[in-house]
């Protein structure tokens, strides 16, 4: 089993056995996961769906990049980030963060950490279409930078 994974997927993924996955090391004390969804609001209210695209390899290495930091801060035994593309309809999950520690201190700031930083840091573009048919990119914006200047 690797300890440190990152995936980049159109594919469904299945939080139950990836939050499993992590839980059988005996040195872990804690297992925190965020899953997040597509929901029916964002830049514009009505949103009927999203459509997610990186640049594979470039994307990836960013992932690995913001895992690494983690692991310098705190006392990680395994994290793992996926991150959908594609078209993803409402209440679809988009991304699941996992992070294992044998203190959940540890596990829970690590987890806000890799969140924080994906949504800035990972060359991800994301594109809101409504339910009248009309699309328009996600800008990005002023409160996710906010979130990630308490950790420097």
């Given at each position: 089993m690797q300890a440190f994974t990152v995936r980049v997927q159109q594919e469904r993924f299945d939080s139950g056995v990836e939050i499993?996955?992590?839980?059988?090391?005996?040195?872990?004390?804690?297992?925190?996961?965020?899953n997040g969804l597509v929901?029916?609001?964002?830049?514009?209210q009505d949103v009927a769906a999203l459509q997610l695209e990186h640049y594979p390899g470039m994307?990836?290495?960013a992932l690995h990049t913001i895992i690494e930091q983690a692991r310098q801060r705190w006392q990680l035994q395994a994290a793992t980030i996926?991150?959908?593309?594609?078209?993803?309809?409402?209440?679809?999950?988009?991304?699941?963060?996992?992070?294992?520690?044998?203190?959940?201190?540890?596990?829970?700031?690590a987890a806000e950490f890799l969140m924080d930083f994906l949504k800035t840091e990972a060359p991800f573009w994301k594109?809101?279409?409504?339910?009248?048919?009309?699309?328009h990119w996600v800008e990005a914006k002023a409160s996710d930078q906010h979130a990630i200047g308490r950790w420097q």
């Open positions: 499993d996955r992590l839980s059988h090391n005996p040195a872990c004390g804690a297992v925190v996961s965020f929901r029916d609001y964002g830049d514009r994307t990836e290495k996926i991150h959908r593309v594609g078209h993803l309809p409402l209440g679809e999950a988009i991304v699941l963060v996992v992070t294992a520690s044998s203190h959940r201190k540890d596990a829970f700031a594109k809101e279409i409504l339910r009248d048919g009309s699309a």
